[in-house]
């Protein structure tokens, strides 16, 4: 995957600097959007293989405290150098209205004290913002794998692969429609009266339609900015409803 990645990312890069965007929304797009799903992947698989190819055992104590101290590190970083940011509010908001500073080339500026990556970042490639999206991204990712390597049993893939109870059920919409309806459920406090983390009900939709998710949280940042409407699968559902009341009328 990293290797993959990397060889995309280049594609990628050599083909924007080849070619212009049509105007300032599809630069946009593309740098708060595209290019942080593409290196946000990158950094985390690489971060992946790193930690595994060290790591000292297979299991026990010592397989606990090597992931629990990575898990420990992460969090410290994030709280750190990541949620206390201006930006980070911006971005976890889902705000727009600065999206033309943040998210089009030209525009760093060097009298804010940035990280010294921004010296290292290609102008023509990157307005170092989407460098910290996809960090953003690449630490979610991290997290949720690090805690299913001290959890295993909070891992989907490990339960699907174990369980016999569901293996005629499952779901044939899209991931995005399951997430959809998750975050709705949870929305509403209609399961456990709202006092159940949208992570664990998560888990739960996923083991009983033996699918995995990945990012629940990334997925529905992505609704919430999407055009059109963003409860389709909703819409859908109602729609289809009240036409199958009407066939009993």
Not at 19 to 28: G, L, Y
Not at 109 to 119: A, C, E, Q, T, W
Not at 182 to 204: D, E, N, Q, W
Not at 206 to 222: C, E, K, P, T, V
Request: net charge neutral; proline share 2%.
């Amino acid at each position: 995957m990293t290797v993959y990645l990397q060889d995309l990312l280049f594609s990628v890069k050599k083909y924007i600097i080849e070619n212009e965007f049509k105007n300032d929304a599809e630069e946009i797009h593309f740098f708060r959007t595209i290019k942080p799903q593409i290196l946000g992947k990158l950094i985390y698989y690489n971060k992946v293989y790193r930690i595994e190819t060290t790591c000292p055992v297979s299991n026990g104590n010592m397989h606990y405290s090597y992931f629990s101290n990575h898990l420990a590190n992460l969090k410290k970083e994030y709280t750190e150098h990541i949620c206390n940011s201006d930006f980070y509010r911006y971005y976890r908001s889902g705000r727009t209205d600065r999206d033309h500073t943040y998210f089009k080339r030209g525009n760093i500026n060097y009298h804010d004290g940035l990280n010294s990556i921004v010296f290292e970042i290609d102008p023509a490639f990157s307005t170092f913002f989407d460098y910290k999206v996809a960090r953003i991204i690449s630490n979610e990712l991290l997290y949720t794998y690090l805690l299913t390597k001290i959890n295993p049993d909070e891992n989907p893939d490990t339960v699907l692969k174990n369980s016999e109870t569901t293996k005629d059920v499952f779901w044939t919409d899209s991931k995005n429609a399951l997430i959809e309806l998750i975050y709705a459920l949870h929305a509403s406090g209609v399961i456990s009266h709202g006092k159940i983390g949208i992570r664990k009900m998560g888990l739960m939709f996923q083991i009983l339609f033996r699918i995995s998710l990945g990012d629940l949280h990334h997925a529905f940042h992505r609704m919430k900015t999407r055009s059109g409407s963003r409860t389709a699968f909703l819409d859908q559902l109602k729609i289809s409803l009240e036409e199958y009341m009407d066939k009993d009328l």
